[in-house]
């Protein structure tokens, strides 16, 4: 396996990571992001440190992905690829914040909600609190950042030629559309990004699946690298 075959395999793996990471979280989270007494009740704290730990791992495969792509990406415009970097590097810290929120969560549930004497009043709004801070995390990393990257790695993508036209061009039109519907929320909004997410969500997975099935496509940038490498 050359290695512009074996930076395709670890760039689209990863991408595909972190769809396999992030659903089951969402699942797993529910119950402490849905139950406004979780801290005080009788909740699952092994399904909800599970769910911190996949998010954890959807966040170092954020990182991943910019990483392994870059020395590919950068030959098509330097600064859109570190700006990519940047921007995933970003997501994934935003993301780490969320679940620290969440441990802190499961943290005081065990060792100060079952103690006598505890304020279940102060500690259920204190549990809210750290909800809400995941939920802003939620918008501004996995959603907002999203779009951005969808811009960055999609112009770079349909530029090259890496890959076929048609899967940036989704990351090209969700992107923007993401970024909208985040600002929106952020200012008031309602829920528009469960709609919106999709054809950036469609852009990834489309990409990870290309990437490990097929590689990249040749054209200029793979021939200089050959070229390079040879």
């Known amino acids: ?27 797993l989270l529910a119950p402490v992001l849905d139950d406004p007494g979780y801290i005080v009740g009788a909740g699952n704290d092994t399904a909800v440190l599970l769910g911190c730990f996949l998010d954890l791992i959807n966040a170092f495969a954020c990182i ?7 020395p ?23 993301i780490v914040i969320g679940v620290v929120s969440l441990l802190s969560i ?9 103690t006598a004497g505890a304020d279940a009043a102060s500690l259920v709004t204190t549990g809210q609190s750290l909800v809400a801070t995941r939920n802003w995390t939620f918008l501004l990393g996995p959603d907002l950042m ?14 090259s030629g890496l890959v076929p036209r048609i899967i940036p061009l989704l990351g090209l039109i969700g992107g923007p559309l993401l970024i909208a519907a985040s600002i929106a929320i952020l200012f008031g909004a309602s829920s528009l990004v469960l709609i919106v997410v999709i054809p950036v969500a469609v852009w990834e997975f489309s990409l990870g699946v290309y990437l490990v099935v097929k590689g990249f496509r040749p054209c200029a940038i793979t021939a200089d690298l050959t070229t390079a490498a040879n």
Do not use: C, H, W
């Not at 512009?4 to 659903?23: E, K, M, N, P, V």
């Not at 098509?76 to 935003?94: C, D, H, K, P, Y």
């Open 64 to 70: 991943g992905t910019a990483v392994v792509l870059y």
């Open 146 to 159: 999203a779009g951005i990257n969808a811009l960055l790695l999609g112009s770079l993508m349909y530029r």
């Open 72 to 94: 590919v990406v950068k030959r098509q415009n330097g600064s859109a690829a570190l700006g990519f970097v940047t921007s995933r590097v970003m997501e994934a810290a935003i």
């Open 1 to 27: 396996m050359d290695s512009l075959r074996r930076t395709a395999l670890i760039g689209g793996g990863l991408y595909l990571l972190t769809f396999f990471s992030s659903i089951p979280a969402v699942f």
């Open 106 to 114: 499961v943290t005081l549930r065990q060792d100060l909600a079952a």
